[in-house]
Each structure stands twice: as C-alpha cells, then as structure tokens.
C-alpha cells in the first residue's frame, strides 16, 4: 500500500494482482472510483493512517479492512474479524462507494437481522406474556377459595342453561311430556362440577345417574371409561352405550380429533327436576 500525501488532501492506493483478490469476477465490479480514497482533512503525523509509532501494522489492518468492505462485509463483521472500531470504520469508508453486489450484501444482511431482532423480539413479547399470564391466573385462582351452596346452586343453574338439554320434543305433533336431565361436555373439571350440583343441591340418588361417551374410532373406549369413572364417580355399570363419531350439533365446529377425552353426557331421568332446573334459569333470566 502506498501513501501519497498532497495538498490539501491525499489520496491512497491499493495494488492487488488480481480481482479475485477482493472476492471479485472482473474489474467491473470494481467501484467507480477504483480503489482511491480522498481524505479532505490532508494528511497529518496523528492520523491513525500514517503513524510512525505504528507503521505497517496499521497499513494492513486498513488495507485488510478496505477489501473487506468492498466485497460487501458490514463494519460489524469487519470489527469482529480485524477489531477496528466501528467508528474508526465509518471515518475510513463512509464516502467509499460500493459495487452493486456488495450493496446486494449488505442489504441482505441487514434484511436478515432484522428478521432475526423481530424474532428475538416475538419470543422475549411471548415470554414476558407468559409470565404476566401466570401472575394473573395464579391471583385468580386464590381468589376463588370456596364456592357456598347458594354460589353452587347458580353456578349449577348457569351450565344447564349453556350446555344441558333444554327443548322439549314432539311425536307424531304432540309435546313428550316425560324429559331427562341431560348434560354434555368435554371439559372434565365442568362435568364434575355440574355432578356436585346434581348431588349437593339436586339431591340426586347415586343409583339415577347414568352416563355415556362419545368418542372417534380411534380412540381407546376401555381407557377412555376408565377415566370418566374416576372423573365422575360413576359406576362402569352405569355407563350406557359408547358413540363413535361427531355429533350432528358439533359436526363443522372444531377440527377432527380435538377432543382428547372425547364428550361426556350426564343423565338422570326425572321430569320434575327437568322442570325445576328450568323454573331455575326462567327465574335467573328474569332478575
């Protein structure tokens, strides 16, 4: 590399033998001005540039840096390599005009971290989500010690408003008079619950609850009994006949195979409950 001071400014040259030197097919790809950099501020004995303390050292970490960055490394990548400053960098090369295939570089890598931040940026939002998400669930929950008769008996009433068998049927144009209380979920937690209103408020014998199970062909009926029963208290014996499939309500609902346990429905055969249950949610829609 040779430096040629003049005035008011100087200019330096870089000899390479060939192209490929800088990671180059031909001279076209060279940048317009060659490889001539103008320091308008001249040439002084202080400059990192031209240090006598210094010498050739810092001579070829510039000349390592400038073929560099003219094949595209961003002052990042060329301060991990060399350890220059990046400022340093940018004082050298901020006038430097670059080939269009290391302008292609640079934009590229600068569309790549910025996918790579948004993605790191997502995972920490995700993260700090998840962590809010749980203070607050785990605030909630001790707030919801103990639920009274009273809390229990709405509590009942609401979900057989939701989810129970409410319409009464017709055969051959006259009303069915005989109707069962009937219950359908997936949720196991919500058909325990519901059975603690049969049981506590509905005074519900042990011996009128039945139960059935509607499942996909693949899944295991026998596993499947085995884990209502415990959920439900509910002898095997009183389990009815299994379904398989989805049912005509749920049909174009939820996608195949999202119900783990499949659903649950609850039956007990008492018209006079049937009727109290809706006098109940009549007189909770009227308050």
Same mark, same amino acid.
């Not at 490929?20 to 060659?34: A, I, V, Y």
């Not at 949720?187 to 005074?203: E, T, V, Y």
């Not at 783990?260 to 018209?271: H, P």
């Given at each position: 590399?040779?430096?040629?001071?003049?005035?008011?400014?100087?200019?330096?040259?870089?000899?390479?033998?060939?192209?490929?030197? +800088?990671?180059?097919?031909?001279?076209?790809?060279?940048?317009?001005?060659?490889?001539?950099?103008?320091?308008?501020?001249?040439?002084?004995?202080?400059?990192?540039?031209?240090?006598?303390?210094?010498?050739?050292?810092?001579?070829?970490?510039?000349?390592?840096?400038?073929?560099?960055?003219?094949?595209?490394?961003?002052?990042?990548?060329?301060?991990?390599?060399?350890?220059?400053?990046? =400022?340093?960098?940018?004082?050298?090369?901020?006038?430097?005009?670059?080939?269009? *295939?290391?302008?292609?570089?640079?934009?590229?890598?600068?569309?790549? *971290?910025?996918?790579?931040?948004?993605?790191?940026?997502?995972?920490?939002?995700?993260?700090?989500?998840?962590?809010?998400?749980?203070?607050?669930?785990?605030?909630?929950?001790?707030?919801?010690?103990?639920?009274?008769?009273?809390?229990?008996?709405?509590?009942?009433?609401?979900?057989?408003?939701?989810?129970?068998? *409410?319409?009464?049927? *017709?055969?051959?144009?006259?009303?069915?008079?005989?109707?069962?209380?009937?219950?359908?979920?997936?949720?196991?937690?919500?058909? =325990? +619950?519901? +059975?603690?209103?049969?049981?506590?408020?509905?005074?519900?014998?042990?011996?009128?609850?039945?139960?059935?199970?509607?499942?996909?062909?693949?899944?295991?009926?026998?596993?499947?009994?085995?884990?209502?029963?415990?959920?439900?208290?509910?002898?095997?014996?009183?389990?009815?006949?299994?379904?398989?499939?989805?049912?005509?309500?749920?049909?174009?609902?939820?996608?195949?195979?999202?119900?783990?346990?499949?659903?649950?429905?609850?039956?007990?055969?008492?018209?006079?409950?049937?009727?109290?249950?809706?006098?109940?949610?009549?007189?909770?829609?009227?308050?």
């Amino acid at each position: 590399m040779e430096v040629s001071p003049s005035s008011p400014s100087f200019s330096i040259y870089i000899s390479i033998e060939s192209p490929k030197d +800088l990671g180059l097919r031909s001279t076209t790809e060279l940048p317009r001005h060659g490889y001539i950099i103008h320091n308008k501020e001249g040439l002084h004995k202080s400059n990192l540039l031209y240090n006598e303390n210094m010498g050739s050292v810092v001579r070829k970490d510039y000349e390592e840096a400038f073929k560099l960055r003219l094949v595209g490394r961003s002052y990042s990548e060329i301060n991990s390599l060399l350890g220059i400053p990046k =400022s340093t960098l940018s004082g050298w090369f901020s006038g430097l005009e670059l080939s269009d *295939k290391a302008n292609d570089r640079l934009r590229k890598r600068v569309y790549t *971290k910025s996918i790579v931040a948004l993605i790191r940026r997502n995972k920490n939002q995700t993260h700090i989500a998840i962590q809010r998400m749980r203070k607050i669930r785990s605030a909630a929950r001790k707030e919801i010690m103990s639920i009274s008769r009273k809390e229990l008996k709405l509590i009942g009433i609401a979900l057989y408003w939701a989810e129970g068998y *409410k319409m009464t049927k *017709k055969v051959h144009g006259r009303e069915v008079t005989n109707h069962p209380v009937s219950f359908v979920n997936s949720d196991p937690a919500l058909i =325990s +619950l519901f +059975l603690r209103f049969l049981r506590d408020i509905c005074k519900v014998e042990e011996n009128r609850i039945t139960a059935s199970i509607r499942i996909y062909e693949h899944m295991n009926e026998k596993e499947l009994l085995r884990f209502w029963c415990k959920i439900t208290n509910v002898p095997l014996e009183k389990f009815q006949k299994t379904y398989y499939g989805v049912s005509k309500s749920s049909q174009h609902k939820r996608p195949f195979n999202r119900l783990q346990y499949g659903t649950l429905a609850v039956r007990v055969n008492d018209t006079n409950l049937f009727h109290k249950i809706i006098g109940w949610i009549n007189g909770l829609a009227s308050v």
